[in-house]
């Protein structure tokens, strides 16, 4: 990802407090169907409830940051029907490893 695409997409976030989901994977090998499931599933979390944006780069390891206004909205995402499918295939299919953590965002800055 650039930074001018970084840019654009970090200055739709509100002013903190907010949550971040750090996604941080590493692929068995990469695939066609897991770059399509990957934008389903950044368009499906545009539409839900407390999605404030995304930022995601992937070289051997990838890493992903949703932000999320509030812990029920990042709930409600962990359980979204279309999201476990995605989950389960991710965990059968596509990833080697992958970790998940939540944080709250205190404070937020830039420079470019």
């Known amino acids: 990802m650039n930074f001018l695409k970084l840019k654009k997409m970090s ?3 509100p002013l903190p407090p907010y949550y971040a989901v750090i996604f941080t994977s590493k692929l068995k ?3 066609l169907a897991y770059e399509e ?7 499906l979390a545009q539409k839900q409830k407390g999605f404030l944006g995304m930022e995601s780069a992937r070289e051997e390891i990838g890493i ?6 509030d ?6 995402w962990k359980e979204n ?5 995605a989950q389960k295939l991710g965990k059968n299919e596509w990833y080697a490893a992958y970790r998940v953590r939540i944080a709250k965002v205190e404070r ?3 420079f470019f």
């Open 37 to 43: 499931m990957a934008h389903k599933m950044l368009k």
């Open 64 to 69: 992903t940051v949703s932000y999320w206004k």
């Open 71 to 76: 812990l029920e909205s990042i709930k409600n």
């Open 81 to 85: 029907t279309a999201h476990q499918l």
């Open 29 to 31: 090998k990469k695939s």
């Open 11 to 13: 200055s739709k976030l």
């Open 108 to 110: 937020d800055y830039e």
